[in-house]
């Protein structure tokens, strides 16, 4: 926090000078000039500009706050620079006319030899930067998406050789319609699933985020595994911490269950493989910060060389599958800012799934006065 000598500023108002105000005129981003109640006594043409109102002087800047923020971020961002004399950080501003406004905000503390407290308020508008870094998370998912392409034409390409061929046979040895046909019906449907794994994929809607509870997506994960669950000798076992069905969290419950399940389902045929009749283990539990899913199984395992690629498009070391489901599991526990980790190879393989419980900052959830 800085002091102020009393010559700076008028004692009747606590403006800058004319020098002053013509000097922050020529500063190139919006500067706000606040009382200690948050009310704008001094905003430059480019504040005018980013917030489409020729009238700040005498406004509250919180009135340019979503309503809830009015209520929670902007009585704490004054709350934190008082007392630290500085605040940094994002908010989106709804200006006088036109679209809301992604901005980063700057908030320093002065106090005048008077003991009058003012905050000199910078506004960024970094609206343009998120969308850049939109069009670069695109860009990376279109070369992926490349990558993919090259990939798909190699498994395309192998089915439709092996229909051709047992085609041409067909014709040479009618004999042997049974077999043939029975083949070429094969690949046929391998060629149906890939393509609608690779729609599933490419298509993928975008996260509603909700809060939900760990119980809701437990109701999910149990009504798709509810023979696997059932029985004297269950495939599937569910273990839960205590009062972890209770604990909320912001995700899309439809895409997130969508994920379980194809990392559950793969497990379940790592343990079929192999005949095991010990059940997949789904563990959940929560931290302070985070809730965690985790399944843990005991078939072939995992070895350091193939680890890097386990979630590549297509990689698989089943034969028979596909190998885009832990892709798409990946994809969407990314979407839903999620982490997914391998914490355990072999004897158990164990696949970790983590989502913070809370994806607002702690200034936004509650007064900290």
Not at 90 to 118: I, R, W
Not at 175 to 185: E, F, N, R
Not at 209 to 227: C, N
Request: charged share 25%; glycine share 4%; proline share 5%.
């Amino acid at each position: 926090m800085v002091t102020v000598p009393n010559a700076e500023f008028s004692k009747s108002m606590p403006l800058p000078p004319g020098i002053l105000r013509e000097l922050l005129q020529l500063v190139a981003t919006a500067v706000l000039l606040l009382n200690d109640t948050g009310k704008i006594i001094f905003a430059n043409r480019y504040a005018v500009a980013l917030l489409k109102n020729e009238h700040l002087e005498g406004r509250s800047f919180k009135e340019y706050f979503a309503l809830e923020d009015q209520n929670i971020l902007f009585p704490n961002i004054l709350y934190v620079a008082k007392r630290e004399g500085f605040y940094e950080g994002e908010a989106m501003l709804y200006p006088f006319q036109g679209d809301p406004l992604l901005v980063h905000l700057c908030f320093n503390s002065f106090v005048l030899d008077t003991k009058q407290q003012l905050f000199v308020v910078t506004c960024q508008n970094i609206s343009e930067f998120k969308r850049l870094e939109r069009s670069l998370r695109e860009a990376k998912h279109l070369v992926f998406l490349g990558q993919m392409l090259s990939d798909m034409a190699h498994q395309v390409r192998n089915p439709i050789l092996v229909i051709g061929g047992l085609a041409k046979r067909l014709r040479e040895n009618p004999d042997k319609i049974a077999a043939y046909t029975s083949a070429i019906t094969y690949q046929c449907e391998r060629l149906e699933k890939l393509l609608k794994a690779l729609e599933e994929f490419v298509h993928l809607p975008r996260p509603r985020f909700e809060r939900i509870s760990v119980a809701e997506v437990l109701t999910f994960v149990s009504r798709k595994f509810r023979l696997e669950i059932m029985g004297d000798n269950p495939e599937l076992k569910i273990v839960l911490a205590p009062g972890v069905e209770d604990v909320y969290f912001y995700t899309d419950i439809y895409l997130l269950a969508r994920a379980l399940v194809q990392i559950i389902q793969n497990s379940l045929e790592a343990h079929q493989d192999k005949g095991l009749n010990d059940p997949v283990e789904f563990k959940v539990w929560n931290s302070e910060t985070h809730i965690f899913f985790e399944i843990r199984d005991f078939g072939e395992g995992l070895n350091q060389e193939t680890l890097p690629y386990l979630f590549n498009p297509f990689f698989t070391t089943k034969p028979g599958h596909l190998g885009m489901g832990l892709t798409l599991a990946q994809r969407i526990i990314e979407e839903l800012d999620g982490y997914c980790e391998i914490v355990s190879l072999k004897d158990p393989t164990v696949l970790r799934v983590s989502f913070p419980l809370d994806r607002r900052r702690p200034e936004r959830k509650k007064l900290l006065s």
